[in-house]
């Protein structure tokens, strides 16, 4: 055998593997593949040109240089949206990276997606102060967020977090997780950060429970 064919074969050998482990690592109790082929989950490339990002409605952007803009394909049938940008973000200018974007990578895997078929984005897209939050500020996002999103169309939109679902679902007191929402004309679902999946494995599995219907909800909507 050829040794570049040695080496291809050998490459491909341990991205089937490393797809395998990041299967069972996320709790899933049989391989999830793709409609269109692939042998590994996407890897964070170049990003795609940001949704126009001219936000500066609340005092949270006052004193931040770098604010991190929504990328992915636009238009998308799904979004994802974390609530705001942490250091790796900030460092890179994309949103959903190192750590939890890698989770993430895997999780659109197991569902059929790529990272590039998504859009992802945050809530806030500075950095949040210490202190975090105020509630109005973070309310003033929201309906930033909504503007950016008339422009992706998403059909759903996945929050990233509590803190995210609670501020686009003020009303819905409690069942915010395990069911589809209506915000903005658009199907919502809330599940966990991945970055809380990086710190609390064992709550892979509850995560996968929100996020299994995802694609069938895709298949209704005209995916």
Known sequence: ??????????????????VL???????????????????SPPVPAAAPAPVADPCQVCPL?????????????????????????????????APLVGDAGRLLDAILFALG???DEVYLTHLVKCALPEKGADPEALTQCG???AQELEQVS????????ETVGRTLL???????RGRLHQWQGRSLLVTLHPLELVREPA???????DLAPLPRQLRLNGR
């Open 154 to 161: 998403p059909r759903l939109v996945v929050a990233l977090g």
């Open 61 to 93: 952007c006052a004193g931040h240089r770098n604010r991190v803009a929504g990328v992915g394909a636009v238009p998308a049938a799904v979004c994802f949206v974390a609530l705001a940008p942490g250091r790796s973000e900030l460092e890179q200018g």
């Open 21 to 39: 482990e990041d299967q069972r690592r996320l709790g899933f109790d049989r391989l999830h593949l793709p409609s269109r082929p692939s042998v």
């Open 143 to 145: 309906e930033h967020l």
């Open 170 to 176: 003020p009303a819905v007191t409690d069942g915010l």
């Open 113 to 115: 997606l790529q990272r």
């Open 1 to 18: 055998m050829p040794d570049r064919l040695r080496q291809e074969l050998i490459q491909t050998v341990a991205e089937i593997r490393a």
């Open 203 to 209: 709550r892979k599995r509850e995560a996968w429970a």
